[in-house]
């Protein structure tokens, strides 16, 4: 029982070019996610996010098992209908925000988490058992194996404790996984930067069967270099013909490095959380809306882009929204950065068909260092 | 030179079913005004806001002279392009605002008023005078007269002296409006709750030759019987051939009544600003998304709404947004509200055309007292 599939498409080196079909539909890859952590895309229409051409959305396990709980979803009828979202959906474990937002929390092998609610301190309880069955009870398409996202910096010795439990843990989550028709679980390879961990982890998940991996303990602050490194010793440890899912990550130059070294999968808060800040991200870098220099600014945000905020708008118009904390502001923003990140997507997508990654990008690279003030006002 | 058209297509008693034509396209009347205050209808797109039914647009004098200021506007093309609005737009005078916000304020009849920005505290000044070349600026179709909100409750003596000010300087403002094709200056009839004063303030501004009626100084705290029985001495004292807008107003069931005594435009921030809140208008009256008896309510908000609020997320999911404070939950509400008021609107002009007022209202008011908990879960 399967119907979860993966099928490359064409590849430009290690890039490739995928599709994968799901119960709810199929996405193309690379893909970016949006970001739906509690069941929506801040300050986003569903339709308008479909429209910016985002296929695949994630929602979060520890978001949402507090609020409004995993059993209210199942329902309610599932994430899909809950949130209006009749495409594939990706949850994410929780452990990375275990380990990010809860307080007093205690890890234990066999309990998994222990925890207090950032919400209201409500105690709880997360192992890779319960993890499964809350993404079961969401409906999720896409399930993440519940793990321990290995702070950074960690000693190899640190790196290797944290690493294989959450290898042992993967094992219990295929275990109590309930396979169903169009559904995956997706295994996390941990390590830190240690490639030899790496190695270990991703040896062991091979082991395990899954539908796809996740790269996590990634884009924590070591660094972009560091982060490419230790891709290039993973990736080529992964089986080819399963979707990479590189969590977490990132901004676009990461994104375009990731895809490169053969990552099929992506998803980051960074596009609607800097779009709700007034940061942009265009063809020439970022763009702070807020600066004054935008006061009198009538040109577009980006001139080559397709979306609301850049067709209908003045920068001005922007900078006074942002200025006046209108609600617009933060809506234009994040639904320029969709398009924004969807369009480098597409552009990659395409750039791998004609196998032509690396001529497209030097082109994002030149575009990008340009920078946008001496864009010709 | 006029253009400004105000055309009667039917009357049912004292109601009138009418099309205001202006420089920037038609308006079907009774018509209610998306708010526009600082050149934005808070949490939504315009596309959005046309597409529930609004034709014409509000902006303020007051909030858009402090912020990006009428020249910056101006320069920016007019509101029109400025803020993606092709169609009608009305400025507020800003008097209102002035008494509502400014700080220290001090009025004065040749200066007008002289006050701090609630923004940081400059100095401004706002004659009748001024208000007329903001609102030129601005390129608003419909300027209104600057006049003083007289404060409730006055006495006769008191709102004798500032409606007897407001009339001295609608003639100003006469004066100081340039004449264009298709544009209009609307006068501001005051005179508190005190019949004699709203006649001798219709009379003066019957002279002047305007294009239009403001009814100001009414829903601000008198009540809606007050409301109603001023209107009921008022409207029949205004030229029949012009518009008459009732400022600020109101709740539903206000509108209901106005129409049904003659108003023909309508604004107010209630649907907006009950929508940022999870206070929602629905035909069984109003709905606060916020209480807890709506955490596993399936039921749309309003199962005759068209709205996607109403169409594609139940009561749960919008109960969700609003505890987590997510942004879509406004959006939603808003988009609801807004929705509701042009429905009710669309309503009260297909009544009027049927000759058939009497009997929406008594519908109306049979469907809103029925209640929203005992709609059947």
């Known amino acids: ?13 290690a890039a490739r070019r995928g599709r994968v079909t799901t119960a709810h ?17 801040k300050g986003m229409l ?22 409004p709980t995993a059993e209210r979803v199942a329902r309610l009828g599932g994430l899909h209908a809950f949130m209006d979202w009749p495409g594939p959906i990706v949850t994410d474990s929780g452990g990375f925000q275990v380990m ?19 919400l209201d301190g409500s105690l709880h309880e997360l192992s890779p058992e319960r993890s499964m069955q809350i993404q079961h009870l969401l409906d999720s398409d896409i399930a993440m194996c519940f793990d321990e996202c290995t702070p950074h910096p ?24 309930k396979p169903r028709e169009g559904y995956a679980l997706f295994g996390i390879n941990q390590g830190s930067t ?15 069967e899954l539908d796809g991996y996740g790269i996590g303990g990634l884009a924590v602050g070591e660094g972009q270099e560091v982060m490419f490194a230790t891709l290039d010793e993973t990736v080529p440890a992964l089986k080819a013909s399963i979707p990479r899912y590189l969590m977490g990550v990132g901004r676009p130059d990461d994104i375009v490095g990731a895809v490169r070294r ?48 850049c067709t209908r708008y003045s920068r001005a118009y922007l900078h006074h929204l942002f200025r006046g904390e209108e609600m617009l502001g933060p809506m234009l923003l994040t639904a320029h950065n969709m398009q924004y990140y969807q369009d480098l997507m597409r552009g990659l997508r395409g ?27």
Not at 46 to 67: K, Q, S
Request: aromatic fraction near 8%; include cysteine.
């Open 351 to 377: 750039a791998i068909e004609q196998g032509k990654l690396d001529d497209f990008a030097a082109a994002f690279h030149e575009a990008q260092g340009r920078g946008d003030v001496e864009a010709g006002i």
């Open 1 to 13: 029982m399967t119907g979860f599939a993966f099928d490359i498409l064409s590849t430009d080196k």
């Open 154 to 177: 960690a000693t190899p010795e640190q790196a290797a404790v944290s690493m294989r439990m959450s290898m042992r843990w993967a094992e219990r989550c295929k275990t109590a996984f």
């Open 25 to 41: 539909g199929t996405f193309e890859t690379p893909a970016f996610m949006a970001t739906a952590t509690a069941a929506t895309v």
């Open 194 to 208: 240690y490639p030899h961990l790496r190695l270990e982890s991703a040896a062991a998940l091979a082991a395990l």
């Open 100 to 118: 990010s937002l809860a307080k007093l929390r205690v890890i234990d092998e066999r309990k998994g988490a222990v925890f207090r609610s950032h």
């Open 262 to 309: 053969g990552v099929d999968m992506f998803d980051c808060v960074m596009p609607t959380r800097s779009g709700r800040t007034g940061q942009a991200f265009t063809r020439r870098g970022t763009v702070n809306i807020r600066n004054a220099r935008h006061l009198d600014d009538r040109r577009a945000l980006d001139s080559e882009c397709g979306c609301l905020a």
């Open 46 to 67: 569903p339709d308008a996010v479909r429209a910016a051409g985002a296929e695949l959305a994630i929602a979060n396990t520890y978001h949402l098992m507090l609020r």
